[in-house]
């Protein structure tokens, strides 16, 4: 069992920067692909940034790219998110999410933990 707790919620304006973290617990001598989701209201989850444990590959959603970075401290067992240049469009309840298997896959069916969530919220 994994446990993973979010923090770094918090209100910004368009433009601005936030930083989430996401600590592992539990059984994290396991080797595990990490990633980020969110959830706007009335909406699915989605997937935004992913990173595997042994090469450290990253994959972002299109809608992130450029502006969000993944990240993590394997000594911590802590995974970052990195958001710049926030919009409106991007407030939503952000999860962070782990799976053991291989791949790093943007499904959220294929994730084994997740984390209770943090809001994020950007005002135009």
């Known amino acids: 069992q994994v446990q993973l707790v979010e923090s770094g919620e918090g209100l910004v304006q368009a433009g601005g920067s936030l930083r989430l973290s996401c600590v592992a617990s539990g059984h994290t001598s396991s080797r595990y692909t990490m990633a980020w989701f969110r959830q706007a209201p009335g909406k699915e989850r989605d997937f935004v940034a992913g990173q595997t444990w042994i090469t450290g590959s990253t994959f972002y959603a299109d809608s992130v790219k450029g502006r969000f970075t993944i990240s993590r401290d394997n000594a911590k067992n802590t995974v970052y998110l990195q958001m710049n240049s926030l919009k409106p469009e991007d407030t939503a309840v952000y999860y962070c999410?782990?799976?053991?298997?291989?791949?790093?896959?943007?499904?959220?069916?294929?994730?084994?933990?997740w984390g209770q969530g943090t809001q994020v919220t950007v005002s135009s």
């Open positions: 999410a782990a799976r053991g298997g291989p791949g790093l896959p943007s499904g959220s069916l294929q994730y084994d933990y």
